[in-house]
């Protein structure tokens, strides 16, 4: 079976959607039921030039078919669109949401989330309207939709009016970007609180800044770092906020950093923050925590589904954060309760299952 793929996300920096792509990628690379199907992976020339990331299993990708274009909307519904009809494919998979509305053969599509649908405010209304229509569009030309928890599920069904057997939660994998070695202990961490991933008005990082202002009265030797690319919509001037709370030499506030540096970054964190009330899946929780470093999330019904037992949940609330963010710190009892978790948890995502139930589904969609 011959099985294309858009794999644009994979070209340049790496993103949600293209990391989830290569961690199946590196995973059917090492199926012998992946082994009957051959992949033709489709990214745009602007963008293809440059090179893909390795998978988190350690492998090089293999070369792409280059498509003519940049790689935006137009591209897709019509290079696209014509490349993959042209290439005698019996299936084809969007990881990113939105597929070519005009194959001539069935596709699934893997849709993380519908924030651009529940919550419109966060988006610029030409961005918002794309991606509803886009996304409604491909999900119901669709074979399968494909998703990352059963509470993302729930809302596609939900919104779509789709029947249950159209979407299907596949939980991805999770890496672990710090190098193997011996795990570093408790004491050796610094007094240091982690957020890694892109920064939308859903993830409350000026609230993060706040609740952070509050917890250093008491630990002035506590540094917050801040690592990800600024999306927000009103735009949040992160420095400013900072500088207000005359944290300017203490917070770290970076747009991107090698997954060196921040491999480092899990390595001497004792907290992880990630304050999103609107969540798909989430894995920056989880990246930290296989690197050994706890979290403090809002209560929402997605963060308990993926993290269990092994985090500390609260409120929007600036005392409960900065609370919970010093318990992460400096109450080892605590500490210990949530890492003892983390092995149950961590166990329910791997890339080999996720690689398998996408598959089937792929399969599935061509019969």
Sequence with gaps: MRIGIDARELCGKPTGVGRHLAGLLGAWQDSPRAERHTFVLFTPTEKGSGGFFDTPQGKTLPTPFLVPGAGGTWWEQTELARAANAAQLDVFFAPGYTAPLRLTMPSVVLVHDLSFASHPE???????????????????????????SQAARQEILDTYHLPQHRVRCVYPGISKLSVDEPETTSRAREPLVLFAGSIFNRRHVPDLIEAFSRLRREHPHARLEIVGDNRTYPHQQLASIAAAEGLQDIVSIRDYVPDAALADLYRRARAFAFLSDYEGFGH??????????????????????????AALYVKCQTTAIADALNSLL??????????????????RYSWPNAAQQTLEALEQAAE
């Design 122 to 148: 966060w988006f610029r209304m030409r961005e918002g309207l794309r991606r509803r229509l886009l996304t409604k569009w491909a999900g119901s030309r669709a074979k399968l939709i494909l998703t990352v």
């Design 284 to 309: 920056p929780p989880l990246e930290a925590l296989a690197s050994g470093v706890p979290a403090v999330l809002l209560d929402t019904p997605v963060a308990r589904e993926t993290c269990l037992d």
């Design 330 to 347: 400096f109450d080892e009892p605590v500490r210990a309760r949530l890492l003892a978790a983390a092995p149950g948890v961590l166990a």
